[in-house]
């Protein structure tokens, strides 16, 4: 049965700093996403990695993917305000199943 | 294109009431499921469907029926509401070839 985890739970950082968001998962997956949620909201997608090594950037979160550790990284630069929010990661277990992690909260303070 | 729409926003319900929430998509899409979401968690898979006709149990189908006539609609039917399925839900759909999933705004739900 696949689990999913990440950490931290919630993250409280200084505005301009540097943070990483992890999310583990138990079996194998050929897919992994990772979305944002602002309270009240529905989910944002921000990206999908479907392969070892995937890199992908979008301003300044950079998310990638490690297969073989099972790991995926969320990684902040120089956060700012505007990023606050609750961000899952989601993977995929069979053809049509998504198991997802139980979100990190983010708060970027001035 | 609308994406994925759900009805209703806000839904307050009794003990033992039944309702269905509503799903649609005008994307064609095949993939379409069904998500709770709890205080404090991720979403939870209830159920999934791959096309008209065809629908299979997520992690949590217990209390919830589905069906799938239409490639466009997937509604969730509670047959007797249950404290416990106070929640809010969304709906999904997947496209093909994409990988990626588009949320529907979500139906908050309170069973007192």
């Known amino acids: 049965e696949l689990k999913v985890e990440q950490n931290p739970l919630f993250l409280s950082m200084q505005e301009g700093k540097n943070y990483t968001i992890y999310c583990n998962y138990s079996?194998?997956?050929?897919?992994l996403y990772w979305y944002r949620q602002d309270p009240g909201k529905s989910l944002e997608s921000l990206f999908v990695l479907l392969s070892n090594g995937a890199v992908k950037q979008e301003g300044r979160l950079m998310a990638s993917l490690d297969t073989k550790a099972r790991l995926s990284t969320l990684h902040i630069t120089a956060a700012v305000h505007d990023l606050s929010a609750t961000y899952f990661c989601?993977?995929?277990?069979?053809?049509?199943?998504?198991?997802f992690g139980t979100g990190t909260r983010l708060k970027v303070l001035a | 294109n609308a994406g994925v729409t759900q009805t209703p926003k806000f839904q307050v319900l009794k003990t033992g009431q039944s309702m269905t929430l509503q799903c649609a998509q005008d994307m064609n899409h095949e993939y379409m499921s069904w998500y709770r979401q709890d205080p404090g968690m991720g979403l939870r898979l209830i159920h999934y469907s791959v096309g008209a006709g065809i629908t299979d149990q997520g992690e949590v189908p217990n209390g919830y029926n589905v069906s799938r006539s239409t490639t466009e609609d997937f509604p969730l039917r509670l047959l007797s509401a249950a404290p416990s399925q106070t929640s809010v839900y969304f709906c999904?759909?997947?496209?093909?070839?994409?990988?990626?999933?588009?949320f529907g705004p979500g139906t908050r739900l309170t069973v007192t």
């Open positions: 989601a993977v995929g277990s069979g053809t049509y199943k998504y198991i």
């Open positions: 999904a759909s997947l496209g093909p070839n994409t990988y990626e999933q588009y």
């Open positions: 079996t194998t997956s050929d897919r």
